[in-house]
């Protein structure tokens, strides 16, 4: 039974284009079941968590990541009485905007649309589930429910807000524009927290990123057992397994230490939150959106030792000379297949170029800032949603040298 400040399918605001209720299938249950359906969705098999995906088979995928995500937000959610299915499909819809190879891709393309209204990963998300899904006779995108929109816009905190949140904007006016076309068609209230659902996907995708990174972390050789028993937490529950298992194989090891550690994250987020709801006593998901801060989070002692691992797993991983040598590698590919897009659109696939003659006319003269901007965001629909493996096949077949 769902707690009174969880969303109730019953009141969902509906979506941006009406359609018939389904006999047996709540809206955010249609919303889950849409973006599992998605293009975009199928993509993440092919995208990068941290390695570039053809290094290795079993290391973290997008779409793996997505899951892991997927599986811990129903856990919470369903611990607290919120809605099991809106937090999945926030959880299974929060990375879809992510372009190839991970944030290194992202932070090339953030770099190169700065002149024409900006990218982010979360903005590109609503992008494509309100407009480039186009699989559907009477819309575009995958028409969700605001409650769903909302989450993908604001699951990591208000997106406008003057606190200066790494991931909110000062006003509307500085708003990356697909987050700002979404937002003008349809008020997602982006100075306000975001549903306790969203915040448990949120919470969800720290979890699984700091416990798979782990794993992929060691499976790659970048750190050792050794290492790991130096840093809070990790450390605590490799003493618990060797005073167990004494004499136990270093995979078991391994994966005993780190999903007790995963174990850890988890009940303390909920044990968090069953605090504050019952001392803040919130009698609607409104009331949820209006509070000062998150209501799902870590406590503050957690929150330090993972601070302490997150700089551990960005000095050792994210800034591995091997990954670090990827990483500009990648970039570089990034950054010649934009302009080259750019110059010759013509080059872009058959389907396409409807977008680019579009493009043109909203435009107007092709040399008008006006129609360079019109241009860029559809050169980077088609860049953001290339995976790994074929935006580095479209970087030999167009450029061909090697990196």
């Known amino acids: 039974m769902l707690k009174p400040y969880a969303c109730q399918p019953e ?41 570039v995906e053809h290094e290795g088979d079993y290391y973290r995928t997008r779409l793996t990541h997505t899951i892991e995500v997927a599986q811990v937000a129903r856990t919470i959610a369903g611990v607290l009485g919120l809605n099991t299915d809106l937090a999945e499909a926030v959880a299974l819809a929060h990375d879809l905007g992510h372009p190839p190879f991970g944030h290194t891709g992202e932070d090339a393309l953030a770099e190169l649309m700065a002149p024409y209204g900006g990218f ?189 691992i997150k700089g551990f797993l960005f000095e050792r991983m994210y800034r591995a000379p091997t990954v670090v040598v990827e990483r500009r590698r990648v970039t570089a590919m990034i950054n010649a297949l934009f302009p080259l897009f750019m110059e010759q659109p013509e080059l872009l696939p058959e389907e396409w170029l409807e977008e680019v003659a579009l493009a043109r006319q909203e435009g107007g003269d092709r040399t008008r800032p006006e129609a360079k901007q019109a241009l860029a965001r559809v050169v980077l629909d088609y860049v953001a949603g290339m995976t790994d493996r074929f935006a580095i096949q479209e970087y030999e077949r167009l450029i061909g040298r090697a990196l």
């Not at 941006?16 to 969705?41: G, V």
């Not at 060691?218 to 605590?236: H, K, N, Q, S, Y």
């Not at 009940?267 to 605090?275: G, L």
């Open 120 to 308: 982010d990963h979360n903005a590109q998300a609503l992008r494509i589930v309100t407009k480039l899904e186009k699989h559907y006779a009477d819309f575009d995108g995958l028409n969700l429910t605001w409650e769903t929109l909302e989450g993908i816009a604001k699951h990591n905190g208000p997106a406008i807000s003057d606190k200066g949140s790494s991931h909110s904007y000062p006003s509307r006016a500085d708003l990356p524009y697909a987050l700002a076309e979404v937002d003008a068609q349809w008020d997602l209230e982006l100075e306000t927290n975001a549903s306790a659902e969203a915040q448990v996907a949120a919470v969800a995708d720290d979890v699984a990123y700091n416990h798979h990174d782990l794993h992929d972390g060691l499976r790659a050789g970048l750190f050792d057992e050794d290492d790991l028993c130096t840093l809070p937490v990790i450390g605590e529950c490799f003493a618990q397994v060797d005073a167990l298992y004494p004499d136990l194989d270093r995979t078991r090891r391994q994966h005993e230490a780190l999903r007790r550690v995963f174990g850890v994250m988890v009940e303390d987020v909920i044990a968090v939150a069953q605090n504050r709801l019952t001392s803040l006593g919130p009698e609607s998901a409104d009331d949820i959106r209006h509070m000062d801060g998150p209501i799902i989070r870590f406590s503050k002692p957690l929150y330090q030792n993972l601070k302490a």
């Open 11 to 51: 009141d969902s605001r509906g979506r941006l284009h009406d359609e018939r209720i389904s006999t047996f299938r709540s809206p955010f249950q249609r919303d889950r079941d849409r973006i599992i359906h998605s293009s975009a969705f199928r993509r993440l098999k092919h995208k990068t968590q941290v390695f």
